[in-house]
């Protein structure tokens, strides 16, 4: 028995951006299968990449019942235009400081967005996000790690990791781009606060870290209107990667 | 928790009781005909007692009761089974719906296994039998990396590699006494 679903639109678009998010940067991450810089953090991705995917797979299943389409449809049969992950997550792979990079902003970000959302009011999001937040606690710790390993460095590794947190700077609020209808889930108790107060916490979190390390931090202002949509080359390269499958056999049952 | 109990865990592996559809059938299935079913009365203990001869597909010395993972057992016209994964991306669960859905067609009634989050599973949930089969796997239970000791030699002189391990839900350590590199139940 599912919970009555309030504030229909505005809770699709919540669950799009959220399985959108994590989709795109689990495929990101599953391109370091085989080639990561260690055999540790082979595994590491693979895992990290497993635990995403397998996140927008819940999310998408959430998104599939409130509107009859099938989960693997939602994640493999639109155009890349459709997609309404953050830009953030538009940059490529990129090289290992690149990924770290990514990495780091986007999983602070996604911790304080499912903060906002772990004592929402519908209750299957509710509880799948208490769930996520059991496994993102490892990513974080994992991500943290690293941004301070190469941070410390110096040399290439920080100079590397500079130039990715420069790159990424402009679009590193865009996961709180406002969704549309927005203040119907605030009103609705789906969501605690507004997207731009959630960035706002997630300023006071990262901000302090990166000045600690002397690192580039997120350009200022607040994330752009159109941060989840105007997806660039690297996105469609990857888009092509991760729905050749399903396009070589269309249809196709295992 | 009996070493007779681990004894039948590993006994139940090595004659190959994961009973997915697409595997060898093993005890559990040569038990369970339907035949039987007709016979077996349908309770909340029976269904227990058939879903504690499902072994997990990655971690085949456990079963998934032992491992915490039925979260409700409802006997009605239908058989309602709340599996709880162990990780939201876990890829065997479909292998474990199945595996559930054939275990308990021998009750002769339809099954329903839902995925279910509301209670989360924690690996707090693993039996003391599930961490005692583990142990005897090689795979140390749930405890923080300064808590972890080695499974094969007790030595508390142990190194965290990797939190990562070959499953979502398992880290990788190494002895430095006997050593040995183990794996350990991530602490979820």
């Known amino acids: ?254 | 928790m009996s070493e007779r109990a681990v004894q039948v865990g590993i006994a139940r592996t090595r004659a190959g009781a994961v009973t997915g559809p697409d595997t060898a059938p093993g005890l559990a299935a040569a038990e369970a005909g339907p035949d039987v079913g007709a016979r077996t009365e349908v309770t909340e203990t029976t269904v227990f007692d058939a879903l504690a001869e499902v072994m997990d597909p990655e971690l085949p010395m456990v079963s998934i009761v032992e491992l915490g993972m039925i979260g409700s057992v409802t006997v009605g016209r239908t058989i309602e089974i709340a599996l709880l994964p162990t990780y939201v991306g876990c890829p065997a669960i479909e292998m474990i719906r199945s595996a559930v859905e054939h275990r308990l067609a021998a009750f002769g009634r339809p099954v329903e296994v839902v995925s279910r989050f509301e209670i989360p599973w924690t690996s707090d949930r693993i039996t003391p039998a599930g961490l005692a089969a583990l142990a005897t796997a090689g795979i140390a239970p749930p405890r923080s990396p300064a808590d972890t000791r080695c499974p094969y030699c007790a030595s508390e002189h142990v190194a965290l590699d990797s939190v990562f391990g070959p499953t979502q839900c398992r880290s990788l350590f190494y002895c430095r006494d006997c050593r040995q590199p183990f794996e350990a139940i991530k602490p979820v």
């Open chain 1, 1 to 254: 028995m599912t919970a009555a679903a309030p504030a229909g639109p505005a809770l699709e678009a919540l669950l799009c951006s959220m399985a959108d998010d994590e989709f795109v940067i689990g495929s990101s991450d599953s391109e370091w299968t085989g080639i990561a810089p260690v055999l540790e953090e082979d595994v590491a991705m693979s895992s990290l990449a497993q635990d995403e995917i397998g996140h927008a797979a819940a999310l998408y299943g959430l998104l599939a019942g409130l509107t009859g389409r099938d989960a693997d449809a939602l994640a493999y049969d639109r155009p890349p235009d459709d997609y309404r992950h953050a830009r953030l997550l538009d940059h490529g792979r990129g090289d290992w400081a690149m990924t770290i990079a990514r990495r780091y902003l986007y999983e602070t970000a996604d911790a304080v967005r499912l903060d906002a959302l772990v004592g929402g009011s519908w209750s299957p999001l509710a509880d799948l996000v208490g769930k996520l937040r059991r496994e993102e606690r490892y990513h974080r710790m994992h991500v943290e790690a690293w941004l301070e390993r190469l941070a410390g460095a110096g040399g290439e590794s920080r100079d590397r990791l500079e130039t990715a947190l420069r790159s990424l700077a402009p679009d590193a609020a865009t996961v709180f781009t406002p969704l549309p209808d927005e203040p119907e889930l605030v009103r609705a108790g789906v969501l605690e606060a507004p997207m731009p107060a959630l960035e706002g916490r997630w300023r006071e979190t990262v901000e302090p870290v990166l000045r600690a390390l002397d690192l580039p931090a997120p350009a200022p202002g607040a994330a752009p209107p159109d941060g989840r949509e105007g997806h660039g080359e690297a996105f469609r390269w990857l888009w092509g990667e991760f729905t050749s499958v399903r396009a070589a056999d269309p249809g196709a049952t295992w």
